[in-house]
């Protein structure tokens, strides 16, 4: 079975990293015309009728130049320039989330890449003071580090790890066997999803994962199992996706970013994704959709 999320990884580019300091290889591929860049202003994308727009090294403005990476023959760029050009046309700019829409299809191969970039660009629009010293920070190594213009100190881009659970009770396989799903408040009515949450400093992904679902829901969690991974640059996460198996059921919901949280059979779950009452996760890219189909068995009606 292919899962949703795993679309998003499925085609890297080469990152190049060892060529990131080569100030004359740099010079020379951005003199290529084949080279396609993706032009972000603060953290937001202006998509084109069919899509991302992947303009030129000759028609892309200027800005701080960040290398992807290649992949078919192609060099790939970003050029990050300032977040006012966005704000004079918002509804044109979009977020990553606004983006999702134009990664679907074939033009899922363009994930990597753009998650790549905006990663860099949330990085670089939240970096822009060395936290040593307070002085200011410019950009190296074709976009992947940052150093202080006062001290020196060098700032490298980092990821924080997210747990995201699928949470069983019951018989594995049995007719009542359920899964444990929760919703937000700023939900519409029907949305719901798999929990999930930040590991803490000095905290295993497992103990993380037992955690959260207990803070969330009050279920006391046991065995936990590794599934998969989803880069998420929201604004930088890493989403580890895990299994786990409840050894209480009884729901309680202390914490207030849990507005309900429910137990659903297979059963339960397959008629009112039908009937739309109960709306999952995106389809096409996430991999909280994915645990809930490992889970169920195979591919489920409806998304958000």
Partial sequence: MTFPHES??????????LLRTDDAWLDERWSDPSG?????????????????????TAEAPEGVRVLLGERDGVTWWAVIVPGEVARSEPERWLPLRGLLPFLD???????????????????HWAHRYCPRCGGTL????????????????????????AVIML?????????????????????????????AGFCEPGE???????????????????????????????????MLGFHGRAVSEEIRLDDDD????????RDEML??????????????????RSLVEDWYGGPLPGSW
Avoid: M
């Fill in 258 to 265: 849990v507005e309900d949280a429910r137990w659903f059979t």
């Fill in 138 to 161: 410019v950009a190296r190594a074709a976009g992947h580090e940052l150093v202080c213009t006062e001290c020196g100190k060098p700032q490298f881009p980092r990821s924080d790890p």
């Fill in 204 to 238: 295993s992904l497992e103990d993380a994962v037992r955690r959260e679902v207990l803070e969330e829901t009050g279920v006391v969690v046991g065995e936990v199992s590794y599934f998969g991974n989803q880069p998420w640059p929201l604004p930088s996460s890493l």
């Fill in 36 to 56: 396609r860049v993706l032009v972000i202003a603060g953290t937001r994308v202006r998509p084109g009728p069919d899509g991302l727009e992947w303009v030129s």
């Fill in 271 to 288: 008629r009112q994704t039908e009937a739309g009452t109960l709306v999952l996760p995106g389809s096409g890219v996430s991999i909280s």
């Fill in 105 to 123: 299809g074939e033009r899922v191969r363009q994930a990597p890449l753009v998650f790549h970039a905006i990663g860099l660009a949330e990085w």
């Fill in 8 to 17: 998003l990884a499925a085609d890297p580019h080469d990152r190049l990293g």
């Fill in 167 to 195: 949470i069983a009770a019951g018989e594995p396989g049995a007719p009542d066997e359920r899964c444990l799903l929760g919703r937000n408040h700023s939900w519409p009515t029907g949305r719901f999803s798999t929990l």
